[in-house]
Structure formats: structure tokens, C-alpha cells
């Protein structure tokens, strides 16, 4: 999707993929990371979620990169955390302690601005990418993040009842796009209750990527 598209989902406030609460699968399955408190987590099209502040609770250190920056000021309104904000580059920093959210194109971020991470997130990132932006996006992250584990969220749906985003990932394609860098682990998959948006039945599948060891 173009910027533009985003930009006008938060200034129109029509967000239905913003969570009232942090991510279930984020509280079930997170612990299969094995990360220890104070690790740093890096949400890729993070928007404002609250699962941000389940990891700051929970004593980890968050990154994350938006393309809104009125998602971003939302967010640390609702974290009730004042930022200072920098240039960085192409990009924006907010950053607090233990957070630090880039704002602007991923694309422009690299893995010396946005600095170590010990695991990635991916919730909403993936699925909310037309299928020609998907394996560019899927290689910078690996790239970025120095093929840092992750936990990553797809969704699975016939395409053909609806349009994205959320986009319907295939496990075959999940597994094109990362097979190279990772081994993929699909550690459960479950119905959408109702549906997705109330209009055709999807599967939600949680993956855990760990890398590929050389040898």
C-alpha cells in the first residue's frame, strides 16, 4: 500500500486493526522466545499497539518503527511517557527509556540506526504488505536485525472474498520468504472467531523463526 493509504487511516482515525488489548498470541507464545528481562524487542509497523506496553511491563526494551507519526504520538501519550524527539537520518526518534520508535519509511532504516535487537515482533507488518513489497520487506528485516529470531503472526484466508490488508499469507509463501535465513516453526494455528471482519473464515498461524546455523 502506498504511504499515502496509512496516513489517511490515522488521520481518519479509521484504525480496526489497532487491539484494545495486547495480543493474545503475543501472551501465549512469547515465553517460547526464552528471552530475558531487559532483551530489546523490535515491533516492525508497530502503529501504536499495546502490546508495546505488555513488553514494557513485562521489563523488556522496546524498538519500533511506524510510518505515522501521529501513531507515534499517540502512542507515548498513551504510554504517558514525554519523548525526545531527533533526526535520525531519513527518520525520526522517539525515544525514552527503554524505547526508542523510528518513524517514517522502514525501508530507510538500518541496522546501525536502529542498533541491537535480540528478537523481532511481527504482528501486523507482513500481513499488511501487497504481495509485491513482501519478500523485499522480509529480507530487510532478517538483514537489519542480523537474523534475529522471531515471532511473527500470518493470517490465511481465500483472498478472492476479500480485499487486504490484512493480507493472506499461505504457509508456502511464509516459508519462501524466510526458509533462506530461518528455520520456521509453526507453533499454532487457530480460527479468527466470526471471521475475518465478520466476512469470511480465516486461520491465524503463529510462527517462531530461529536461524539457520552455517556451517
Not at 496516513?7 to 484494545?20: L, P, R, T, Y
Not at 523481532?120 to 528485516?141: F, G, K, Q, S
Request: aromatic letters at 10%; charged letters at 20%.
Amino acid at each position: 500500500m502506498h504511504a499515502d493509504f496509512w496516513h489517511q487511516k490515522w488521520q481518519d482515525n479509521a484504525i480496526g486493526f489497532h487491539e484494545s488489548e495486547a495480543n493474545p498470541h503475543l501472551l501465549q507464545h512469547f515465553e517460547t522466545l526464552s528471552l530475558a528481562a531487559g532483551k530489546r524487542i523490535f515491533l516492525p509497523l508497530c502503529g501504536k499497539t499495546l502490546d508495546i506496553a505488555w513488553l514494557l511491563s513485562n521489563a523488556y526494551r522496546v524498538a519500533g518503527a511506524e510510518l505515522s507519526e501521529t501513531a507515534v504520538e499517540q502512542l507515548f501519550v498513551e504510554l504517558n511517557v514525554k519523548p525526545t524527539v531527533s533526526a535520525v537520518g531519513e527518520l525520526k526518534r522517539y525515544s525514552e527509556q527503554n524505547i526508542d520508535i523510528f518513524v517514517g519509511d522502514i525501508f530507510d532504516l538500518s541496522s546501525d540506526t536502529l542498533g541491537p535487537v535480540d528478537a523481532v515482533y511481527d504482528r501486523a507488518a507482513l500481513v499488511a504488505l501487497p504481495e509485491e513489497t513482501r519478500r523485499h520487506y522480509a529480507a530487510h528485516i532478517t538483514k537489519i536485525t542480523h537474523t534475529a529470531p522471531q515471532l511473527l503472526v500470518s493470517i490465511e484466508y481465500d483472498q478472492s472474498l476479500m480485499a487486504g490488508p490484512p493480507f493472506s499469507l499461505s504457509q508456502e509463501e511464509v516459508n519462501r520468504y524466510y526458509e533462506e535465513s530461518y528455520n520456521l516453526n509453526l507453533i499454532a494455528s487457530t480460527d479468527i472467531p466470526g471471521g475475518l471482519k465478520g466476512k469470511c473464515a480465516a486461520l491465524e498461524h503463529v510462527w517462531r523463526l530461529d536461524a539457520v546455523t552455517r556451517t
